[in-house]
């Protein structure tokens, strides 16, 4: 029995090759069954592709169907049974809604209003999931039994098909080249191609003539479809009612005065409270009593030590100071001529740098460069 198996596998390959290398032609069926054999080949393709678009559909976001795939392939070896739902994207902008809304304060219209649209995208996603169940139920499961049970029966009566073809071209080709083979066996594979090729007809056309069932799966996807979009609808509503409501709210609220709050209303003390206070230590405070000063003509010798103290110590008036002093010639510098210099006035050599916003030379109080 098992030589007789193998003896065959090896009339498959050789008619294959031969058909494929040699040219030789096999047996040729009807156009009514090629059509039907692309027509059930169509079919493979759809229901595949239909059941991966249709999950694509349900649960857009691809990273969170690896991990719902991975999460699941990781119970299954584990043999501990884990659910992983879907994170609907209403619900994930619903929860964060929510999260700030309450974060805010029910005080605010603004976070009452993000806690409503919250709520509503929480329903929202709730319907979403109603949704998945139910085309999963009526829409993905059959597709998946007509792909694991008919298609798969189909399928396999013409792979059958096909391999009895070969042998039993194989043995036509072989008797006719003159081989020893004897009629009853050449009829043996003649009745089993027979058979193949009636089960793969009869298969092939129950599978393309089962419209009823295969409209009545798309009906239930549409209707699905249109509920979800109804309740969503409702949703919608109520929420852009009650968003109305709190606008008008908004805007017939009386406006609330604001006035910013100091420093001292806060009891925060200041620099200058901290330098009166003496709160740097020892040092004194950088500001002095003002002192009483005389008129600015009475400025005394500023080639003292303290510059602060120069106006108390005058100047001894000057033999001739009454008699002009002669002025060399000068090259008059530009259009305007140099004034004189000032009787008794003597240049000091420091910088003129202000103590506290006072002139050491003058006592006046002034911005000197």
Not at 33 to 47: A, I, Q, S, W, Y
Not at 174 to 189: F, T, Y
Not at 267 to 280: A, K, Q, T, V
Not at 336 to 364: E, I, L, S, Y
Request: one cysteine or more; aromatic letters at 6%; charged letters at 25%.
């Amino acid at each position: 029995m098992a030589f007789a198996g193998l003896k065959k596998q090896i009339n498959k390959a050789n008619q294959y090759v031969t058909e494929k290398m040699g040219g030789a032609e096999g047996t040729k069926l009807d156009l009514d069954f090629v059509e039907m054999e692309r027509k059930t080949d169509v079919t493979c393709e759809l229901v595949e592709e239909l059941q991966t678009k249709t999950k694509e559909f349900l649960q857009p976001n691809p990273a969170a169907r690896a991990k719902m795939s991975a999460v699941k392939g990781i119970s299954k070896l584990s043999g501990q049974a884990k659910s992983n739902t879907y994170p609907q994207p209403e619900g994930v902008l619903g929860d964060c809604m929510l999260h700030y809304g309450k974060k805010l304060g029910e005080d605010s219209i603004f976070s009452q209003c993000l806690v409503e649209m919250g709520e509503a995208l929480k329903q929202m996603a709730d319907v979403k999931y109603s949704l998945d169940d139910n085309i999963k139920q009526s829409f993905l499961e059959p597709l998946h039994h007509l792909q694991t049970k008919d298609l798969k029966e189909v399928m396999h009566h013409r792979k059958k098909l096909q391999g009895r073809r070969l042998d039993f071209d194989c043995k036509r080709r072989r008797q006719a080249k003159g081989s020893h083979i004897p009629d009853d066996e050449i009829r043996h594979a003649e009745d089993k191609f027979a058979e193949s090729l009636q089960l793969a007809q009869i298969g092939m056309f129950n599978l393309l003539d089962n419209d009823v069932e295969q409209v009545a799966q798309l009906s239930f996807f549409a209707e699905g479809l249109l509920e979800y979009h109804q309740q969503c609808t409702e949703i919608l509503k109520e929420l852009v009612s009650t968003l109305m409501e709190k606008k008008d709210e908004a805007v017939n609220r009386p406006k609330m005065e604001f006035v910013p709050k100091t420093l001292a209303d806060l009891h925060i003390e200041g620099i200058h409270d901290l330098n009166n206070g003496r709160r740097y230590g020892s040092t004194q405070s950088l500001s002095r009593p003002r002192q009483h000063l005389p008129p600015s003509s009475s400025v005394g010798d500023l080639s003292s030590a303290d510059p602060l103290k120069a106006w108390e110590m005058p100047t001894p008036p000057r033999a001739n100071a009454h008699r002009p002093q002669p002025q060399a010639h000068r090259p008059q510098q530009g259009l305007w001529p140099q004034p004189a210099p000032v009787p008794g006035f003597k240049p000091h050599p420091a910088p003129r740098n202000q103590v506290n916003g006072r002139d050491p030379w003058t006592g006046d109080f002034g911005f000197v460069c």
